[in-house]
């Protein structure tokens, strides 16, 4: 989500619009490209954030994508039969979440503020700010490492269940770059960035990394079958990144992501 679409704008002269949603996979990317197909789009350049997670092997749809049916409208039939029925158990289990927990303290929280803080905001083209974080920033009170500490447990509990990449998933993502190579659109697929303290954290306690590989291997036999470019950016060395250019574990601030940007900006104008 922090990709400017605008910084594209400015250097390949042609309008972006950024459609990532949090914490994707790839039924998301799948459902996205086809609505916007459907609304009488036609891209010519699709960039693809690949999380590793993307592929999780649980095949369970997010509940925000099953409560979005101008996106799962967009999904095969058959992908949208099982989740249709688990819906209703499912939000019933989300009562008893500690999300739910935390949206009921956040509401409480805003009910007392007369102008409660914004957490995110939008611009039109789709790029996400981070207003409190990006004040933060700014003015030199930003507190990395504890938001890097923070990220630790959340991507441990990403990955603990993760015992495969996703047969389903897999086709999914084949099925869009089928698609998207047809109507002739110029696709980058890369690997997003995790943060190196994160990777270390996670690594001794989940299978991460053998996930990543099979992750890493299924993309190289993408790219010539579809004719794509690929780039694995799942360590922040990669594309050089500043160690301070982060806003969490898993979330990069503009000038990383800037520099991973340019970076694809080079594989395009190879492709």
């Known amino acids: 989500m922090k990709l400017q679409p605008s910084y594209l704008n400015a250097t390949l002269g042609k309008r972006f619009f950024n459609f990532a949603v949090d914490s994707a996979h790839a039924e998301d990317y799948l459902a996205i490209y086809n609505f916007v197909r459907s609304s009488g789009s036609r891209p010519s350049i699709l ?148 943060h190196p303290d994160v990777v270390q954290y996670i690594t001794s306690k989940t299978e991460y990394l053998a996930r990543l590989l099979e992750v890493r291997r299924f993309l190289m036999l993408l790219a010539p079958r579809y004719r794509i470019a690929v780039r694995d950016f799942s360590d922040p060395a990669y594309f050089n990144a500043l160690p301070a250019g982060w806003y969490d574990g898993g979330h990069m601030d503009e000038v990383n992501t800037k520099l991973m940007t340019d970076g694809l900006l080079i594989s395009l104008d190879a492709h």
């Open 47 to 194: 960039l693809i954030g690949l999380d590793v997670e993307a592929l999780h092997g649980d095949d369970s749809f997010d509940d925000r994508l099953l409560n979005t049916p101008e996106l799962l409208s967009h999904l095969p039939v058959d992908v949208t039969e099982s989740p249709a029925i688990l819906r209703p158990l499912r939000r019933l289990k989300e009562v008893f979440s500690i999300q739910y927990t935390l949206d009921i303290l956040r509401s409480l929280q805003h009910a007392t503020q007369t102008h409660p803080a914004l957490q995110t905001s939008f611009d039109p083209d789709g790029y996400l700010h981070y207003p409190a974080w990006e004040s933060e920033k700014q003015s030199g009170r930003f507190a990395l490492e504890t938001h890097i500490r923070a990220s630790c447990p959340e991507y441990l509990r990403r990955f603990q269940t993760m015992r495969s990449i996703s047969p389903k998933r897999k086709q999914y993502l084949e099925i869009l770059l089928a698609q998207a190579s047809k109507d002739g659109v110029a696709t980058i697929l890369w690997i997003s960035p995790i």
